[in-house]
């Protein structure tokens, strides 16, 4: 298990404490700059955290409707969207797909290890690697708007199963 400010790599975890903080953190935030935190955006922000993996809109999606929730597909990304610039969440490009931003509230770059078997993901923030990235934008007069930086390989339990293969 890989050990870095909280997180770690690592399938074992207790993903409801996880979603638990997730939740107090954004209800935080948002009476602190007079959001609502709607029903919607509330289980949308659950079913984010609930594994450590990526989730795809679409499979939030069914996931709400074989819940007995009736939502559209503008609904689900209207609140992803809501999640997203209130920093809540990250958006894995590469995988279309969504994770828990584990820094809520805190302007930061976020560097986002994802495995490339299980999935399972977790969220660095590496100012050091962050100022590298905007010294180089600058003297390309490049502006940022958006820096995740996503790493793909295998988290230490898949590794071990390959070496154990």
């Not at 955006?41 to 984010?48: D, N």
Request: proline share 4%.
């Amino acid at each position: 298990m890989i050990e870095h400010s909280g997180a770690s790599l690592s399938a074992e975890r207790d993903h409801h404490i996880c979603v638990r903080s997730a939740l107090r953190n954004a209800e935080r935030l948002c009476n602190k700059h007079g959001l609502r935190l709607t029903s919607t955006r509330r289980r949308v922000l659950e079913l984010v955290w609930q594994s450590h993996r990526p989730r795809g809109a679409y499979e939030i999606l069914d996931q709400l409707t074989r819940e007995g929730h009736r939502p559209s597909p503008p609904a689900v990304y209207r609140a992803l969207d809501f999640l997203l610039a209130n920093g809540l969440i990250h958006r894995i490009s590469s995988r279309n797909a969504f994770v828990g931003c584990a820094h809520p509230g805190r302007r930061h770059d976020a560097q986002i290890f994802i495995c490339d078997r299980c999935g399972i993901t977790v969220e660095q923030a590496d100012n050091s690697h962050s100022r590298r990235i905007q010294r180089n934008a600058a003297g390309l007069q490049f502006r940022i708007r958006e820096q995740t930086v996503e790493i793909a390989g295998l988290c230490p339990s898949c590794a071990g199963q390959a070496d154990d293969t």
